[in-house]
Every structure is written in C-alpha cells, then in structure tokens.
C-alpha cells in the first residue's frame, strides 16, 4: 500500500487534531501482518497442501490470532487473491519490463527470449499449479488469475506491435500482433507444461526459432 506523501502527527503530539471522519490509515504494524499471512498463504499453497489450506492453518502458521486473520482477509478466496497479486513481480513485471525497455523488435524479443529461458523458481512453479487447483473450483480465483494471464499475454502482443510499427507504421500491414502474440504466448505455455512434467526442452532455443519465424514470415 503507497504511503501517504503527508506523515500525519503521531498521538503524542500536543497539535494532532482529533479524530477525523473517514477509514484510519492502516498502520505499520498492520501491514506487517499482513504479509506475514500472505507469506503462510503461499508456503502452505506451493507445499501442495490445498486440503489444510485454511484461514486457521495460514493463521497458525504465520503466528496470528484466527480473528486478527478474519480481520484483514474475510475468506481463504481472499488469501488466495492476495497470492496471486503477491506474486505479480515475479513473472509479469519482469517480462513488462523486457518489452517496454527501449529498442528494435530484436533486441526486445532476445530480451523476452533471455528471461523466459531461464528456470522458473520451485516455489512460483508449484505455487501457479496450486493457484490453477483453486481456480477451478472458485469463480472469483479464476476471474483473478484469468486476468493476470491476459496482462502476461498481453507482453507479447505489446512485443509484435513493435515489429508493426516498424515495417508499416502500424497502419494494419503484414503484421498481425494480437495473433503472433498470442500464439507465443501459447508456446510458452506449452514448454513451461512440458518442463513441469520433467521433459528435457531447451527453451531458449525453441523460442528464439519461433519468434523469428514469425517475425521472417511477416516480410515474405
């Protein structure tokens, strides 16, 4: 939560007014709790342990009272939608970041290429698989981690509106950018499932190929 830009008076202060309508500001102490409970949340969901993930077991685990987790997540949905925003800079921020970052087409997909071959972490891959369990059998966990994956494929289509713009200016040529994304986005999928399985794929390459591929076939 971003800080406020004005530090209001602490209670000791002789000039703090009294107080003031509207929702306090949640204090340092609070947050802290929190987080302690999103990080129960997510060693109990990445240990694979989807039948004890509750409010009470996340709240024993992180060392907070039941109620006091009650107090700032009104169901275990809540935790579980905290997750899933808890993990958005871990895999989406850094791909939004290697398409954004300034030059050609590229150097933009080798950037892409470069993160996406490197070994997901165990704890975010088994933590994806167990945001997956829950999503279907919750509406509002798949709504949330639904649109959490549009914003992932979106990178790629952001990636293929580079190459537009460079061979016409974006004025609807060769390119396509919302089906060349959407089909890396789609082999991406597909090799994190097979490396998740133990399939021996080198990645990297695979994608490098494909991309320039399509990238070719744009120009033919």
């Known amino acids: 939560m971003a800080a406020s830009a004005k530090v209001p008076p602490g209670p000791s202060d002789p000039s703090a ?6 929702r306090p500001r949640a204090s340092a102490k609070g947050e802290q709790t929190r987080a302690r409970l999103i990080a ?8 694979g342990l989807s039948e004890r993930f509750t409010t ?6 992180s060392g907070v009272s039941h109620g006091m987790c009650h107090y700032h ?12 925003t808890d993990i958005r800079p871990e895999w989406i921020h ?3 970041e290697a398409v954004s970052a300034p030059g050609p087409f590229a150097e933009r997909a080798e950037r892409v290429v470069e993160l996406l071959s490197r070994p ?18 919750d509406e509002r966990v798949r709504e949330s981690l639904e649109a959490e994956y549009r914003r992932w494929r ?12 460079e061979q016409d200016g974006g004025r609807g040529g060769r390119v396509d950018p ?23 794929v080198d990645s990297g390459p695979v994608l490098r190929t494909l991309i320039r591929t399509l990238a070719a076939g744009t120009r033919a």
Do not use: I, K, M
């Open 56 to 61: 009470r077991n996340v709240a024993a685990l």
């Open 94 to 96: 850094p791909l939004e």
């Open 73 to 84: 997540f009104q169901d275990r949905t809540d935790l579980v939608l905290a997750v899933v």
């Open 120 to 137: 997901e972490g165990a704890e975010l891959s088994h933590l994806h698989s167990a945001l997956h369990w829950h999503a279907l059998n």
């Open 178 to 200: 919302l089906a060349l994304g959407e089909a890396v986005a789609a082999a991406v999928d597909g090799l994190a499932a097979a490396e998740s399985l133990g399939s021996e």
């Open 154 to 165: 979106g990178c790629f289509v952001t990636l293929f509106r580079v190459l537009a713009d």
């Open 40 to 47: 129960a949340a997510r060693t109990l969901l990445a240990g």
């Open 17 to 22: 007014p009294a107080a003031r309508t509207g």
